[in-house]
């Protein structure tokens, strides 16, 4: 993994917990969205867009031959997650996913590239369809390729 620099912690405490149990267990612990077996996720670690600052959100996980897929839904909201800006200042992030560290860069997909990736998500994740309901924006779908 190649980002370096000073990590700063969520403020949500259970993102907080959650990313720190994930890394200190390699993904054996912690690998799921809390109370959720099914809903696997990853840990994305991008450069804050403002402060530079290394951030490290839990993403569901959505791959397919070795490409990932971040999806910027914030469940819904009007508004982008705080990540989506992190992606598009510096695309270049580093994704766990178990014990599995590399280093992607991050782009936006659209058109018949973001509806498969889309299709790919709601399988593996289906409330993403009901937070598409829920706002007026298109839910930004980031594609990970390894660097």
């Known amino acids: 993994m190649t980002l370096t620099g000073e990590y700063e912690p969520s403020p949500e405490k259970w993102v907080r917990d959650q990313v720190e149990t994930y890394e200190a267990t390699n993904g054996a612990e912690a690998n799921t969205l809390p109370d959720h077996p099914e809903w696997p996720i990853v840990v994305?670690?991008?450069r804050g867009a403002k402060?530079?600052?290394?951030r490290k959100n839990p993403v569901m996980r959505v791959e397919k031959d070795g490409v990932y897929a971040a999806v910027a839904s914030k469940g819904g909201a009007p508004e982008h997650p705080a990540w989506y800006a992190n992606?598009?200042?510096h695309p270049e992030v580093d994704?766990?996913?178990?014990a599995e560290k590399h280093t992607y860069r991050a782009r936006v997909v659209e058109g018949d590239e973001r509806a498969e990736w889309w299709e790919?998500?709601?399988?593996v994740y289906s409330?993403?369809?009901?937070?598409a309901e829920k706002?007026?924006?298109e839910i930004p779908v980031f594609v990970l390729e390894r660097v």
Not at 51 to 54: E, P, T
Not at 95 to 98: H, M, S, T
Not at 120 to 123: H, K, M
Not at 127 to 131: G, I, L, N, Q, R
């Open 120 to 123: 790919r998500a709601v399988a």
């Open 87 to 89: 992606f598009v200042a």
């Open 44 to 46: 994305i670690t991008s």
């Open 51 to 54: 402060s530079g600052k290394l």
């Open 95 to 98: 994704l766990q996913d178990g």
């Open 135 to 137: 706002t007026d924006r």
């Open 127 to 131: 409330p993403y369809a009901e937070y």
